[in-house]
């Protein structure tokens, strides 16, 4: 199972918005909705953002939104702030239901 | 609170073996699936196996079947993973998680490093 196709970096200014893309295929992203996306800082553990596609966790802020469309799944964070600047990874499970495929990883910089 | 304590990690040669424990504390353990996911020095995420409540049903990343084994003492509120034959491409930060990688509340540890060196 290949990794879930994500741009390397993506930067924004303060307040502005940004997407972050998480490319896979019929046999992931596009064959269910078991979507998550999680944020990390260096040295530190990842943390769920958003799963089944466009649920966020309680306590997770809402300028965070998720969406899918066929096999490409996006992350979009709003109102960007200094404190978003971290790696974002998507996962999806795949057909089989009972293993998963993560993304490459998206470096965000606040500008 | 949520507690996820990796253990077990170190310096291991190719071919040699190494336990990974993860024990777990501010939920009920039974309840939960568990996982583990590893990250290489500087890399992406990469999910490596998951375990059902009850600890009948184990499932496999490609690259570690054969080689790795994922189990729990629900009793010791403990999640394991048997790591034998170690490749260099092995060495990684290893976070286990409270729950299956798509769940709403998944919560990953903080990490135990294993490096695989001759």
């Known amino acids: 199972q290949s990794a879930l196709t994500q741009p390397a970096s993506v930067s924004g200014s303060p307040g502005q918005s940004i997407t972050v893309s998480c490319t896979g295929s019929s046999s992931d992203v596009g064959g269910n909705n078991c979507v998550s996306w999680f944020q990390q800082y260096p040295g530190k553990a990842p943390k769920l953002i958003t799963y089944e596609v466009s649920n966020r966790p309680s306590g997770v802020s809402n300028r965070f939104s998720g969406s899918k469309s066929g096999n490409t799944a996006s992350l979009t964070i709003s109102g960007l702030q200094a404190e978003d600047e971290a790696d974002y990874y998507c996962s999806s499970c795949t057909s089989s239901g009972t293993s998963y495929v993560f993304g490459t990883g998206t470096e965000v910089t606040v500008l | 609170e949520v507690q996820l304590l990796g253990s077990g990690g170190g310096l291991e040669q190719p071919g040699g073996s190494l336990r990974l424990s993860c024990a777990a504390s501010g939920f009920t353990f039974s309840n939960y699936a568990m996982s583990w996911v590893r990250q290489a020095p500087g890399k992406g995420l990469e999910w490596v196996s998951s375990i059902s409540e009850s600890g009948i049903s184990t499932f496999y990343a490609d690259s570690v079947k054969g080689r790795f084994t994922i189990s729990r003492d629900n009793s010791k509120n403990t999640l394991y993973l048997q790591m034998n034959s170690l490749r260099v491409e092995d060495t990684a930060v290893y976070y286990c998680?409270?729950?299956?990688?798509?769940?709403?509340?998944?919560?990953w540890g903080q990490g135990t490093l294993v490096t695989v060196s001759s």
């Open positions: 998680t409270k729950g299956r990688i798509k769940e709403s509340d998944v919560f």
